[in-house]
T-cell receptor, first 114, second 110 residues
Framework: DTEVTQTPKHLVMGMTNKKSLKCEQH?????MYWYKQKAKKPPELMFV???????INESVPSRFSPECPNSSLLNLHLHALQPEDSALYLC?????????????FGPGTRLTVL | DAKTTQPPSMDCAEGRAANLPCNHS???????VYWYRQIHSQGPQYIIH???NNETNEMASLIITEDRKSSTLILPHATLRDTAVYYC???????????FGEGTQLTVNP
């Protein structure tokens, strides 16, 4: 199984809502990532988890809160978002602690903030 | 600051080879060259990577110049399904961070 799944596929939320994005993989990968991709732009790294611990936070606003409850799951909790946060949110996973680092990406969650 | 430079767009006829260039003149000794592609409305997909030798897999070939300042991704027989944005990325051997540049939109025409 070389698949990364993300739910939901689409999400529309208001600026006062709280929602969560979910990501799951069963490849035994111990590194997981969140990326944000605006329309017609490349993906931008947000967070990296390595062995279930947050290892990289690319100065992401606190209205985005990541969580890695176990080695297969990665969540992104959303609260008080702004319309400019509307984007495609991509999750990825890879083996950790190796020189060779192929990342497997999910299909993304398309988020619209009203 | 972009570490790689790619043409914004390229066209290729179906069945012909697609050669996608990438300049990385400031590459350091511990950086690998990775290629990913992103088909519209999908997540990026790994294609191939290399350090200094040419590499080939079932998807593509990667040619890296001897001075490592540029590389070319070759899709030997492009199909319509190869239409995508192709990203050339430098990654340190010890790093987990992928920094995507603007990429090249490859359009394969029938």
């Amino acid at each position: 199984d070389t698949e990364v799944t993300q739910t939901p596929k689409h999400l529309v939320m208001g600026m006062t809502n709280k929602k969560s994005l979910k990501c799951e993989q069963h490849m035994g990968h111990r590194a997981m990532y969140w990326y944000k991709q605006k329309a017609k732009k490349p993906p931008e790294l947000m967070f990296v988890y390595s062995y279930e611990k947050l290892s990289i936070n690319e100065s992401v606003p606190s209205r985005f809160s990541p969580e890695c409850p176990n080695s297969s799951l990665l969540n992104l909790h959303l609260h008080a978002l702004q319309p400019e946060d509307s984007a495609l949110y991509l999750c990825a996973s890879s083996q950790a602690g190796m020189w060779y680092n192929e990342q497997f990406f999910g299909p993304g969650t398309r988020l619209t903030v009203l | 600051d972009a570490k790689t430079t790619q043409p914004p767009s390229m066209d290729c006829a179906e069945g012909r080879a697609a050669n996608l260039p990438c300049n990385h003149s400031t590459i350091s000794g511990n950086e690998y060259v990775y290629w990913y592609r992103q088909i519209h409305s999908q997540g990026p997909q790994y294609i191939i990577h290399g350090l200094k030798n040419n590499e080939t897999n079932e998807m593509a070939s990667l040619i890296i110049t001897e001075d490592r300042k540029s590389s070319t991704l070759i899709l030997p027989h492009a199909t319509l399904r190869d239409t995508a944005v192709y990203y050339c990325i430098l990654q340190e051997t010890s790093g987990s961070r992928l920094t995507f540049g603007e990429g090249t939109q490859l359009t394969v025409n029938p």
